[in-house]
């Protein structure tokens, strides 16, 4: 199962124009509660991120890579890998590396970190089966978009954490459209 | 106080950009229930909405103005007045309008219906209390946007109702920049 489990504004913006986070770090929450990344992470096998999501770890983490389980990252551009990490580069169709996360993935299910293009994509093929959104209590009126798709969701729970209200969507398709 | 009750995808547009909220409509919900519009609107006193969430109520209602309390359209247009309805137009300040609202309310709280950026004037005014938005179980990765300012809230209370993840925020003032 692939899950694009991410935090967002109320407004549906993943960081703003500048890939600032600091709106995020600073809201009140317990990774262990409800949504929280530690159960998230312990059913987690392998994980694909856009090349933005990649950049901005990169520049926020020193050290080594900070995931322990085979990563992808996918992109156009020719990007250093950062030591540590079992690292992959990929480009262009997004079924073939749904492929090669799963075998890689020891029956465990696929983290998609992000960006909202990425995940687009992902929804596209018919390859995403969750979000999981965790909201903070923040407008930005511009950025980085959240899924920039139209598409039917299914609420399937939702929680209060600390600041955040998180909820559980299973992604049924594209958008249903019957505009009168 | 003033509250900015609404509707929302879960990427932030109050509509896609024809203006089609079929998607909306269609979601399974309980009116009566948590955040439900009886209860939300038995506390109001006075009603305020720019023109084309007031051309959108024109276009979709036959028949009277909908609503039997004091209605503002925020215009800088000239717009006909549905009959049946205590109407007012309005443009430019929005701080003449609340206190004229304020005094028509008979001391009941007041209603921002839309949009998102007469939302905003209110809220860079000072004089938006609260936002409740139902959260619909879609993207539109378009549309008319949610609250199109920087702004700190405060989660007050979330509930499900429905297909919906309603939640109350307190407006705290201007995001804070602590940009690292």
């Known amino acids: 199962m692939l899950t694009y489990y ?4 109320l407004d549906g913006f993943l960081a703003d124009e500048h890939d600032s986070l600091d709106w995020l770090f600073r ?14 992470m312990a059913g987690i096998g392998a994980i694909v991120m856009g090349s933005t999501t990649y950049e901005w770890v990169l520049a926020h983490e020193d050290g080594p890579w900070p995931y322990a389980i085979p990563s992808w990252v996918m ?21 073939p590396v749904f492929e090669a996360m799963t075998a890689a993935a020891g029956g465990k299910d ?12 992902f929804a596209e093929a018919g390859l995403l089966d969750e979000v999981v959104v965790s909201v903070a209590p923040v407008t930005l009126g511009a950025g980085r978009p959240l899924l920039p798709r139209r598409l039917d969701l299914e609420l ?10 998180s909820s559980r969507y ?3 398709g594209p958008l249903r459209e019957d505009r009168s």
Chains 1, 2 share one sequence.
Do not use: I, K, Y
Request: cysteine-free.
């Open 75 to 95: 992109t156009s551009r020719d990007l250093a890998a950062r030591d540590g990490g079992d690292l992959r580069f990929a480009s262009g169709d997004v079924r």
């Open 170 to 172: 299973r992604v049924t």
């Open 27 to 40: 809201q009140e929450h317990d990774e262990s509660g409800p949504f929280g990344m530690e159960a998230f």
């Open 156 to 165: 399937v729970e939702s929680a209060v954490n600390g600041a955040f209200v």
């Open 110 to 121: 696929l983290w998609l970190v992000g960006g909202g293009d990425l995940a687009g994509q």
């Open 6 to 9: 991410t935090a967002t504004t």
